[in-house]
């Protein structure tokens, strides 16, 4: 049995079976890459996002059902997720965002959508436009932001150009809708130190946010990161803190909190450094026993919501 939750289990407790994230591209860009508020784009954001842009120009239906038939005969699976993954997917006029949403809930076999974005383009507007979809094809609904630090000179030297109180505005408007939130955070960033892994941990907490993706800072060719890493003017942490902060997190994080992953999987010509060099499921199995060893499970230190310092004068039901 996992020590944490793992978003596997999840998906087959909401669902009965296994589900499976059919990615999808839009022919989009980010406001931090087109000049609206920077044209520099995270420091470790490569130029090709994801990696999916080839299919931009392909109709969204027609993306679907090309994943749709290679994983469904593979892992013998019937239902499967849209997963709008490059750069920001609400970032374009809203006509354009609500037929690419409707466009993806007309394909057999969808019983969810998950919109990767950041939280300075999350927008009543656009939620309404969720929230339509989502009673008309009763489909599920998940926002993927990213956060990446609770630091806020973290978030300044990674250019991000929003700061945690966007996320906060973000995240508190999301939940107001009941959708799904799903938060990425780099837990080994070498500006951030162990409490402020715990503070992400904290934060993402005490926020509407249902899920979590924890991954190691990746070194992509042609970043402005690849250019500092090379010249040695960044270092990169070694595994093993990587190790003690996602278990330091996990400890500290709700425990309902669906971890959808505790280790970026990247691989291609294109990566120079992640993962300190180690396949993810080494790292994963480095996490396992860390775990194990400490006898740490996931929400094991959860103990600061809810006003814990009056708690021994609150009704017996309340405690």
């Given at each position: 049995m996992s020590r944490f939750r793992t978003f596997s289990d999840a998906l087959k407790e909401k669902y009965g079976e296994k589900v499976y994230k059919?990615?999808?591209?839009?022919?989009?860009?980010?406001?931090?890459?087109?000049?609206?508020i920077s044209d520099e784009g995270c420091i470790f954001c490569g130029s090709i996002g994801a990696g999916y842009e080839k299919k931009a120009d392909v109709p969204v239906k027609e993306q679907l059902l090309e994943g749709i038939s290679h994983i469904g005969p593979k892992y013998k699976a019937k239902k499967f997720i849209a997963?709008?993954?490059?750069?920001?997917?609400?970032?374009?006029?809203?006509?354009?965002?609500?037929?690419?949403?409707?466009?993806?809930?007309?394909?057999?076999?969808?019983v969810a959508l998950d919109i990767s974005t950041r939280p300075d383009c999350i927008n009543d507007a656009y939620l309404e436009v969720l929230d339509r979809i989502r009673q008309t094809y009763h489909v599920d609904i998940?926002?993927?932001?990213?956060?990446?630090?609770?630091?806020?000179?973290?978030?300044?030297?990674?250019?991000?150009c929003h700061t945690v109180a966007e996320f906060i505005d973000a995240a508190l408007h999301i939940g107001r809708y009941g959708f799904g939130l799903c938060t990425h955070i780099i837990a080994d960033l070498p500006w951030d130190d162990r409490l402020d892994v715990v503070e992400a941990a904290k934060l993402v907490s005490v926020l509407p946010v249902t899920e979590v993706k924890l991954h190691s800072l990746f070194v992509v060719k042609g970043t402005r990161l690849a250019e500092e890493f090379e010249a040695g003017r960044v270092r990169l942490l070694p595994l093993?803190?990587?190790?003690?902060?996602?278990?330091?997190?996990?400890?500290?994080?709700?425990?309902?909190?669906v971890?959808?992953?505790?280790?970026?999987?990247?691989?291609?010509?294109?990566?120079?450094?992640?993962?300190?060099?180690?396949?993810?499921?080494v790292v994963r199995d480095m996490i396992d026993a860390e775990m194990e060893q400490k006898n740490i499970y996931q929400g094991t230190m959860c103990r600061?919501?809810?006003?814990?310092?009056?708690?021994?004068?609150?009704?017996?039901?309340?405690k």
């Open positions: 059919v990615p999808i591209a839009l022919a989009r860009t980010c406001p931090n890459r087109d000049g609206l997963y709008f993954l490059n750069f920001t997917n609400t970032y374009m006029p809203l006509d354009v965002f609500e037929k690419s949403m409707e466009e993806a809930c007309q394909v057999e076999g969808i998940t926002v993927e932001l990213g956060l990446q630090s609770a630091n806020a000179h973290t978030l300044a030297i990674l250019n991000r093993d803190e990587y190790i003690h902060r996602v278990v330091l997190f996990l400890a500290y994080v709700r425990p309902d909190i971890m959808q992953r505790i280790v970026g999987r990247a691989a291609g010509e294109n990566i120079l450094k992640v993962n300190g060099g180690e396949p993810w499921w600061y919501i809810n006003g814990p310092a009056v708690r021994q004068f609150a009704p017996a039901e309340e």
